[in-house]
């Protein structure tokens, strides 16, 4: 056999490396930003961990982990040396841009302010900067920033006039109220306009977060735990369907940014408030199993269990967010899909004053 072969060389090019259930255990150990690193796995094992964590979206806290038993543990392999030695070079390229991203969303919302329309950067930079120890855990690929519906063209305006160029369709983007902008000059900086991070117009019927919402939700103060955590929550199933382990990672985190009992009675007055009871029951379930979290368990039983919290328990599990790219992904996307139709059909929410 001659050269050096990578050991995840020979599986489809859009697959990721299986993984043992030992191996997840040591995937999700590296995956949680605050849990000792534990294990010394073998070059092939380690390799394969690298490739998921980069797919899961927690690669960068990995990196920063796996120097803490010290690199002359690690497997002396060439093709996994090699293969490490690629992902930390490309490290600072993610790092600069998100902060090349959160200049720019910086600069929009100085302009929004000047202009006089209420608005409020959300998701990865908050989650990065509130929710990590290390901001650097919790890269971002653009900023997302939330209105009221009533001002999305003003704020679009405000955004052309940044330097940013609308993508995709209008009359859709209107429907969704969500609208992405790439700037000009370099098309990799996206930013995104919601007027509700709910984008799905039937789920919308039952559930909503929007600007008005969130700011009822922090009362007198800005970015709360509870408000994080919502829109953590909303993040994962709600725009997503938990197809990386990223975003559940920024539930745990959120999780563990709820530190009084006030906070916790915060959280779930606001799913009440909003109508996520059904997803904040779902995430917070398989958050808690994934990591092995009281608190999140916990806190996910004091929603009282419907049919539809009991079918997707059922269907959101660890195995449908670390299948969601491997051999067995048709389940995982089924399983996902499943519950989407749930959220949909799942009992109006109560109005919201």
């Known amino acids: 056999m001659s050269g050096i072969s ?15 259930p ?21 070059a092939k094992t380690l390799s394969a961990l690298l490739a998921n964590a980069e797919f899961h979206g927690v690669l960068p806290i990995m990196l920063r982990k796996l120097p803490e038993r010290g690199d002359r543990r690690l497997p002396q392999d060439a093709a996994l040396q090699e293969q490490l030695s690629g992902l930390r070079q490309k490290a600072p390229i993610v790092t600069g841009q998100s902060m090349l991203l959160q200049y720019h969303g910086d600069r929009i919302m100085k302009a929004l302010a000047a202009d006089g329309v209420p608005a409020r950067i ?7 900067r509130k929710l990590y120890r290390h901001v650097t855990d919790r890269p971002f690929t653009d900023i997302d920033i939330l ?49 509700n991070l709910v984008h799905d117009t039937g789920m919308r019927r039952r559930l909503s977060l929007g600007f008005a919402e969130l700011r009822a939700i922090d009362g007198e103060a800005t970015d ?31 999780v563990r940014a709820l530190q009084s009992a006030e906070s ?11 109508g996520i009871e059904l997803e904040l029951a779902t995430v917070l379930n398989v958050t808690g199993r994934l990591f092995d979290d009281a608190h999140a368990l916990e806190l996910a039983g004091r929603i009282k269990p419907d049919l539809g919290i009991r079918l997707a328990r059922r269907l959101i599990t660890r195995n449908t967010l670390l299948n969601v790219n ?20 799942a009992r109006a929410k109560p109005n919201f004053a």
């Open 6 to 20: 990578s050991p995840i060389a020979t599986l489809p090019e859009s697959m990721l490396p299986p993984l043992t």
């Open 22 to 42: 030992a191996d997840e255990k040591l995937l999700l150990n590296y995956a949680d930003p605050e849990a000792p690193t534990a294990g010394d796995p073998a």
């Open 122 to 128: 959300v998701k990865g930079p908050v989650f990065a």
């Open 147 to 195: 209105v009221e519906p009533a001002n999305l063209p003003h704020a679009n305006q405000v955004i052309a006039e940044c330097g940013f160029q609308l993508a995709g369709d209008v009359a859709r983007s209107r429907e969704l109220q969500e609208f992405k902008w790439l700037e000009q000059e370099n098309s990799s900086l996206l930013i995104e306009l919601h007027g």
């Open 224 to 254: 709360t735990p509870a408000a994080l955590l919502t829109i953590a929550i909303v993040h994962a199933c709600g725009g997503h369907k938990f197809h990386r382990l990223q975003l559940c990672v920024d539930v745990l985190q959120g």
């Open 264 to 274: 916790e009675e915060r959280l779930l007055e606001a799913a009440r408030m909003t």
């Open 326 to 345: 491997s051999r067995n992904r048709i389940g995982s996307r089924l399983s996902r899909d499943a519950f989407r139709w749930i959220q949909r059909l």
